[in-house]
């Protein structure tokens, strides 16, 4: 497996679906890292996880999940040293609560599911804890039934603030007073009970400036006669501090002790939150257990894409009995492409464990490898074509590739001269079926489909293709061959019967018909030639002026048979008439006597003719058969 299959057959598309279906980040954790496994065991007791999963959910309708969340950040802090604040320990309780729950409903359900009620056997319960944290934290802060001292402190802090008020209340009631507060109530600034008093006046009133308003209209009095009960209090807060300090150190020391069954727990959870998200997206679909084997057999039974929506017609489909390579013909977006990945998604959807959608006959292999070559992989980088790249995935997957190996082509040998594609696809579709691997492939070419149907282990298959309506039906047929769309499609665009007739003579043997036609018959044009003091003699380096494109560009190739020149113009050569073009400077007006006209544009061919053949040009590699054969003359 590797990231481009993942990709190309959309698999991460699928577990992003499924991940929607968990209750905490613990179960989303697990399905970002799955991956399908090659493993039959392994396999096997995945899809059995989800069948036992499914049954509960159909029984029950749900899972007491309530209160489970991902708490592996608490727990690193906690590992790390540090303390936990009050939230934290709910967070841990509320937890250790809802595994208890999930324990209780699983044992519970040893006849729906074994296997899944066999895990919670290794879950622990943390009554004790829990308790301790109930009883010690409330409202997310620690309550004061805590301890004795913290109850004792807060009932100081709580007689030595009322204190405070009542002599702030005092103050504020005496109307010797009232012209120097601000507003007549009490304000608590830096944990100091204070007066609002008018700048003006600030120094009419004994005590402490605590702050001042960002006007500097008002300024924040302590008075003295609460000054000594503010410093009380502010020592009581100090105590209060420390004993809440220690108790969350001791709730702390609890969890820590069983920070090892703990994270057995976690891990239970995740899984639980895991399978219990593929039975629910099975449920969504209506998925089934497909059956398994390991030697190749692949039968999908009404299967469906799981991504596609709305009406999607069901495929059947089946490779690694009777035949082990099955190459697909049929017309554009007629559903090939498709066909693939439906095969290939539901394959590693299936060794991840994933129902799928389809009838109970389905039968999916588990494979080491899957590879695919769907869909154009060129590189602007490398500057490789199409074809370039096709072909060097092809090498790629050739390389890696065994007897247990799932392989996915798309259009193969597509991208080159027919010939030439048809021949080569042939030849790496024989070495991958010599290497032992399940191949599905589709192509256009005929010479593909003939090879298949002459070779006893290959199968040709064809995508339904209504000829009246020239629409595609989506629907595969294995042993038969793909009809040639491009007959009907041409009748029905009136093409005369007597041509249609003559390409399917050519179609089915390649004897042309080669008779020359009467000379007589033929209606010459008139030539018009052009009198030699009428034209310009162009010759290279002339500078030209492009009329169609109202630009100037310099002479590369003198005037040929046809009247035609060749132009460098914007880095490019082109070809242009002469009566396209007018004369601007002559080379010998422009550049001095011996100048090496050739330095403009031999530097400028060369490297684009090195260009087009890295890219794979069929122009460029026919200019170098051109020049091969003038050589070998």
């Known amino acids: 497996m590797n990231n481009s299959t993942f990709e190309k057959l959309q698999y991460n598309?699928?577990?992003?679906?499924?991940?929607?279906?968990?209750?905490?980040?613990?179960?989303k954790k697990l399905i970002d890292q799955l991956e399908p496994s090659s493993n039959m065991k392994a396999v096997k007791n995945r899809l059995n996880e989800t069948t036992e999963a499914r049954a509960i959910l159909d029984a029950e309708g749900h899972v007491p999940f309530l209160g489970v969340s991902n708490i592996e950040s608490i727990i690193q802090k906690l590992e790390k040293g540090l303390i936990l604040d009050p939230s934290d320990l709910i967070s841990i309780s509320d937890f250790l609560r809802g595994c208890r729950r999930i324990k209780k409903f699983m044992q519970e359900k040893v006849f729906f599911a074994p296997i899944l009620a066999?895990?919670?056997?290794?879950?622990?319960?943390?009554?004790?804890?829990?308790?301790?944290?109930?009883?010690?934290?409330?409202?997310?802060?620690?309550?004061?039934?805590?301890?004795?001292?913290?109850?004792?402190?807060?009932?100081?802090?709580?007689?030595?603030?009322?204190?405070?008020?009542?002599?702030?209340?005092?103050?504020?009631?005496?109307?010797?007073?009232?012209?120097?507060?601000?507003?007549?109530?009490?304000?608590?600034?830096?944990?100091?009970?204070?007066?609002?008093?008018?700048a003006s006046f600030k120094k009419q009133v004994p005590g402490a400036i605590i702050e001042v308003s960002s006007k500097g209209s008002t300024v924040f009095i302590e008075p003295n006669t609460v000054t000594k009960l503010n410093s009380e209090l502010a020592s009581l807060k100090a105590e209060e501090a420390m004993e809440e300090?220690?108790?969350?150190?001791?709730?702390?020391?609890?969890?820590?002790?069983?920070?090892?069954?703990?994270?057995?727990?976690?891990?239970?959870?995740?899984?639980?939150?895991?399978?219990?998200?593929?039975?629910?997206?099975?449920?969504?679909?209506?998925?089934?257990?497909?059956?398994?084997?390991?030697?190749?057999?692949?039968?999908?039974?009404?299967?469906?894409?799981?991504l596609l929506t709305g009406e999607v017609v069901p495929l059947n489909f089946e490779i690694g009995e009777s035949y082990r390579s099955l190459i697909i013909t049929?017309?554009?977006?007629?559903?090939?492409?498709?066909?693939l990945k439906t095969i290939g998604l539901l394959t590693l959807a299936t060794m991840s464990?994933?129902?799928?959608?389809?009838?109970?006959?389905?039968?999916?292999?588990?494979?080491?490898?899957?590879?695919?070559?769907?869909?154009d992989n060129q590189s602007i980088e490398n500057a490789l074509s199409t074809f370039s790249s096709h072909m060097k995935n092809l090498s790629d997957i050739m390389r890696v590739s065994n007897n247990n190996t799932l392989l996915l082509f798309d259009e193969i040998g597509s991208g080159t001269e027919p010939n030439e594609g048809a021949a080569l696809a042939i030849s790496?579709?024989?070495?991958?079926?010599?290497?032992?691997?399940?191949?599905?492939?589709?192509?256009?070419?005929?010479?593909?489909?003939?090879?298949?149907?002459?070779?006893?282990?290959?199968?040709?298959?064809?995508?339904?293709?209504?000829?009246?309506?020239?629409?595609?039906?989506?629907?595969?047929?294995?042993?038969?061959?793909?009809?040639?769309?491009?007959?009907?499609?041409?009748?029905?665009?009136?093409?005369?019967?007597?041509?249609?007739?003559?390409?399917?003579?050519?179609?089915e043997n390649k004897e042309y018909r080669l008779e020359k036609v009467n000379e007589s018959a033929i209606r010459k044009?008139?030539?018009?030639?052009?009198?030699?003091?009428?034209?310009?003699?162009?010759?290279?380096?002339?500078?030209?002026?492009?009329?169609?494109?109202?630009?100037?560009?310099?002479?590369?190739?003198?005037?040929?048979?046809?009247?035609?020149?060749?132009?460098f113009y914007n880095g490019e050569l082109i070809e242009v008439n002469e009566k396209r073009?007018?004369?601007?400077?002559?080379?010998?007006?422009?550049?001095?006597?011996?100048?090496?006209?050739?330095?403009?544009?031999?530097?400028?061919?060369?490297?684009?003719l090195e260009r087009d053949i890295e890219r794979g040009s069929k122009k460029a590699l026919r200019k170098i058969q051109k020049e091969i054969r003038n050589n070998r003359e």
């Open 245 to 306: 300090y220690q108790i969350l150190a001791t709730l702390a020391g609890m969890i820590l002790e069983n920070i090892y069954e703990i994270n057995i727990n976690m891990e239970l959870i995740s899984q639980y939150d895991m399978v219990f998200a593929k039975a629910k997206f099975s449920k969504q679909i209506g998925g089934v257990e497909p059956k398994l084997n390991d030697f190749g057999y692949i039968k999908l039974v009404q299967c469906k894409h799981p």
């Open 353 to 375: 464990g994933f129902h799928i959608i389809g009838d109970k006959e389905t039968e999916i292999a588990v494979f080491e490898k899957i590879f695919v070559d769907i869909g």
């Open 525 to 567: 044009p008139k030539i018009v030639k052009v009198k030699a003091e009428e034209r310009v003699n162009y010759q290279k380096g002339d500078r030209v002026k492009l009329l169609d494109l109202d630009n100037v560009g310099i002479v590369y190739k003198e005037i040929d048979q046809y009247f035609n020149l060749v132009v």
């Open 330 to 339: 049929g017309p554009n977006a007629g559903g090939k492409t498709i066909v």
């Open 118 to 198: 066999s895990y919670a056997n290794s879950m622990s319960e943390f009554v004790k804890v829990e308790d301790e944290i109930n009883f010690s934290i409330k409202g997310n802060s620690v309550d004061s039934a805590a301890s004795k001292e913290l109850k004792r402190i807060r009932n100081n802090i709580e007689a030595v603030e009322g204190k405070i008020k009542d002599r702030l209340n005092k103050f504020l009631n005496n109307s010797a007073n009232k012209t120097y507060i601000q507003d007549f109530f009490i304000s608590k600034k830096d944990d100091r009970y204070t007066i609002p008093i008018k």
């Open 428 to 507: 790496i579709l024989e070495e991958f079926y010599l290497m032992g691997c399940i191949t599905v492939a589709t192509t256009h070419y005929g010479e593909i489909k003939r090879f298949s149907e002459m070779h006893s282990d290959f199968m040709n298959a064809a995508m339904r293709f209504n000829s009246e309506t020239l629409e595609p039906m989506y629907r595969l047929i294995i042993g038969k061959s793909g009809e040639s769309n491009a007959l009907w499609i041409s009748k029905k665009m009136n093409i005369h019967e007597n041509i249609l007739q003559r390409a399917k003579e050519y179609m």
């Open 13 to 27: 598309e699928l577990k992003e679906i499924v991940k929607t279906y968990c209750v905490s980040g613990l179960g």
């Open 581 to 608: 073009i007018t004369l601007e400077l002559k080379a010998a007006e422009l550049y001095p006597d011996g100048y090496d006209l050739d330095s403009l544009f031999v530097e400028y061919a060369t490297r684009k």
